[in-house]
C-alpha cells in the first residue's frame, strides 16, 4: 500500500509560483508513474501533469504547458510540481496519485492506483 501526502499549497498572488511536493511511502517508489491533478470547485478532477518512474518521461496539460513543471528525486522518495506564473484559474485542490502503468504514460484519474489528501492551491487576483 502506497502512501501519499502533499504539501506545499496555499495563497499566491496571479503571476506568482509555488511548489508543491509529494512524499511516498510504503512502496517501491520507483516503479510507479506519478502524477498530479487538480479539482476546481464544481469541476471535475483534472489532469495536469505525469512524470515516469525513470523521470525520462512526462506529460503536461495544454492549460499549464510552458508553467507548470513535473520532477521526481528517487532518493527522497518525492514528486515535485512546480507552478509558475499562477492564474486565478489555477485555483484548486491538487492531488498527488501514483499508477503502476507505466507506458504510455497514464493521463486520466482512473489509471492511478492511489492518491494523497490533496492540498489547497488558491490564486488570487
Known amino acids: 500500500q502506497v502512501q501519499l501526502v502533499e504539501s506545499g499549497g496555499g495563497l499566491v498572488q496571479a503571476g506568482g509560483s509555488l511548489r508543491l511536493s509529494c512524499a511516498a511511502s510504503?512502496?517501491?517508489?520507483?516503479?510507479?508513474?506519478m502524477g498530479w491533478f487538480r479539482q476546481a470547485p464544481g469541476k471535475e478532477r483534472e489532469f495536469v501533469a505525469a512524470?515516469?518512474?525513470?523521470?525520462?518521461?512526462?506529460g503536461v496539460a495544454d492549460s499549464v504547458k510552458g508553467r507548470f513543471t513535473i520532477s521526481r528525486d528517487s532518493a527522497k522518495n518525492t514528486v515535485y510540481l512546480q507552478m509558475n506564473s499562477l492564474k486565478p484559474e489555477d485555483t484548486a485542490v491538487f492531488y498527488c496519485?501514483?499508477?503502476?502503468?507505466?507506458?504510455?504514460?497514464?493521463?486520466?484519474?482512473?489509471?492511478?492506483?492511489?492518491w494523497g489528501q490533496g492540498t489547497q492551491v488558491t490564486v488570487s487576483s
Open positions: 512524470i515516469s518512474w525513470s523521470g525520462r518521461r512526462t
Open positions: 510504503g512502496g517501491t517508489f520507483s516503479s510507479y508513474t
Open positions: 496519485a501514483a499508477a503502476r502503468q507505466q507506458i504510455p504514460i497514464p493521463l486520466t484519474s482512473n489509471d492511478y492506483d492511489y
